[in-house]
């Protein structure tokens, strides 16, 4: 007969295995192989399987406090850093420092310092300079000085008119004309192309001039002409000229832009 009987036709079989097969081929349906730990119904599954529905399983399984995978150790319990309140937090996530209450209200939150040298862009502050012609003091950010300092309006225009008086005065006309001489006109065409049409100081171009920049001489022509040593050709070359727009020609005519910067501003050092 066997141990193991067919609910169905009531055949008998030496082994559960034998039971199945026959009860899956002879009557289309397969045995229960397992029992619901929630409900305890039995049902099939060919593989290993603890609940029989996914009621049963949102049931049996809880994934609160200790019973959640990730769970480590739960919430633990400090004390704000702001008001002294205690309340819980999850160490997993971050360190405990300050309670809902002051983080909803912001008083964790301590505004950026941004005055004075505890500014990002802090450069120094403003600074103080003699005026170039009275001595008074002026206090300007570096920014507002340009290479001369004056105090007002009144002793700027007495530095320019003691500046550009006489001779040192782009249109002097006390003292006979300079004659450049010869290579002149080649030099002044091979600058003007070298620097790109535009003033190498203040970057003013060709087309904002509404003509080409002036070309100056860093050594001047009569330095050469009073020279024992040089002729008045020398001093038409590429690392003795610069071109400048009228007002800097004005500047470096005056002594406002030192022969160093002038020469940087080419790239080249040379010694007289």
Same mark, same amino acid.
């Given at each position: 007969?066997?141990?193991?009987?067919?609910?169905?036709?009531?055949?008998?079989?030496?082994?559960?295995?034998?039971? @199945?097969?026959?009860?899956?081929?002879? #009557?289309?349906?397969?045995?229960? /192989?397992?029992?619901?730990?929630?409900? %305890?119904?039995?049902?099939?599954? =060919? +593989?290993?399987?603890? +609940?029989? @529905?996914?009621?049963?399983?949102?049931? %049996?399984? !809880?994934?609160?406090?200790?019973?959640?995978?990730?769970? !480590?150790?739960?919430?633990?319990?400090?004390?704000?850093?702001?008001?002294?309140?205690?309340? &819980? +937090?999850?160490?997993?996530?971050?360190?405990?420092?300050?309670?809902?209450?002051?983080?909803?209200?912001?008083?964790?939150?301590?505004?950026?310092?941004?005055?004075?040298? $505890?500014?990002?862009?802090? @450069?120094?502050?403003? &600074?103080?300079?003699?005026?170039?012609?009275?001595?008074?003091?002026? =206090?300007?950010?570096?920014? =507002?000085?340009?290479?001369?300092?004056?105090?007002?309006?009144?002793?700027?225009? /007495?530095?320019?008119?003691?500046?550009?008086?006489?001779?040192? #005065?782009?249109?002097?006309?006390?003292? &006979?004309?300079?004659?450049?001489?010869p290579g002149w006109d080649r030099i002044r065409r091979q600058a003007v192309e070298r620097d790109e049409h535009r003033c190498l100081f203040c970057e003013t171009t060709r087309? =904002?001039?509404?003509?080409?920049?002036?070309?100056? #001489?860093?050594?001047?022509?009569?330095?050469?002409?009073?020279?024992?040593?040089?002729?008045?050709? $020398?001093?038409?070359?590429?690392?003795?000229?610069?071109?400048?727009?009228?007002?800097? #020609?004005?500047?470096?005519?005056?002594?406002?832009?030192?022969?160093?910067?002038?020469?940087?501003?080419?790239?080249?050092?040379?010694?007289?």
């Open positions: 007969m066997g141990d193991h009987t067919c609910p169905e036709c009531g055949r008998g079989f030496e082994t559960q295995r034998g039971l @199945s097969v026959h009860h899956t081929l002879i #009557h289309g349906d397969s045995l229960p /192989n397992r029992e619901c730990a929630q409900c %305890g119904e039995q049902f099939h599954c =060919e +593989y290993e399987k603890k +609940y029989c @529905s996914e009621e049963c399983l949102a049931e %049996g399984v !809880s994934f609160a406090g200790a019973d959640n995978p990730n769970y !480590s150790g739960g919430k633990e319990q400090t004390a704000c850093e702001l008001c002294d309140d205690s309340f &819980e +937090y999850y160490p997993s996530e971050k360190q405990g420092l300050y309670c809902p209450t002051c983080v909803e209200t912001e008083q964790w939150q301590t505004p950026p310092k941004t005055e004075g040298k $505890d500014n990002c862009l802090w @450069s120094g502050g403003k &600074e103080e300079r003699p005026c170039e012609m009275c001595g008074t003091l002026i =206090e300007r950010w570096p920014s =507002e000085f340009t290479d001369v300092a004056c105090c007002g309006e009144e002793c700027r225009s /007495n530095w320019l008119s003691e500046t550009f008086t006489g001779p040192n #005065h782009p249109n002097w006309k006390g003292k &006979e004309k300079l004659v450049y001489g087309a =904002e001039l509404g003509q080409n920049p002036d070309v100056h #001489h860093i050594v001047p022509v009569r330095w050469f002409v009073d020279s024992d040593d040089h002729e008045r050709r $020398d001093a038409h070359t590429l690392d003795n000229v610069i071109s400048l727009c009228r007002a800097c #020609h004005r500047r470096a005519e005056g002594g406002n832009i030192s022969d160093g910067t002038l020469r940087s501003l080419i790239g080249t050092e040379r010694a007289m």
